[in-house]
Nanobody, 122 residues
Framework: VRLEETGGGLVQSGGSLRLSCSAP????????MGWYRQVPGYPRELIALVRSTGPPDYGDLVKGRFTISRNNGENTVHLQMDSLQPEDTAVYYC?????????????????WGQGTQVTVSS
């Protein structure tokens, strides 16, 4: 499984960016897809997750500014980021969970993209 992220870059404070993540060649459907971000020296933090059921989850710092969406039946997820601030500067990672079954045992397999840099200038 390989996750590919696109859409990172440099934007001015108050601007917008849209990140996308896909999984070329993966036909099984991920149960969960989403985004995390990380600043050097700090732990990776949740941005947004979308699961098979229920509403999306958002990290407290991005609620009301970021919107996650996923195309039904597809392994593609987008993150619309509005009202960006310099503190949003980080490497953004796509995340996905693929559930597999072996006998009676269920496995949650986590996958990560390589990351895409988002830089917000003041």
């Amino acid at each position: 499984v390989r996750l590919e992220e696109t859409g990172g870059g440099l934007v001015q404070s108050g601007g917008s960016l849209r990140l996308s993540c896909s999984a070329p060649g993966t036909t099984a459907r991920f149960s969960t897809m989403g985004w995390y971000r990380q600043v050097p020296g700090y732990p990776r933090e949740l941005i947004a997750l979308v699961r098979s059921t229920g509403p999306p989850d958002y990290g407290d710092l991005v609620k009301g500014r970021f919107t996650i969406s996923r195309n039904n039946g597809e392994n593609t997820v987008h993150l619309q980021m509005d009202s960006l601030q310099p503190e949003d500067t980080a490497v953004y990672y796509c995340y996905a969970v693929l559930v597999t079954n072996k006998g009676w045992t269920r496995y949650n397999n986590d996958y990560w993209g390589q990351g895409t840099q988002v830089t917000v200038s003041s």
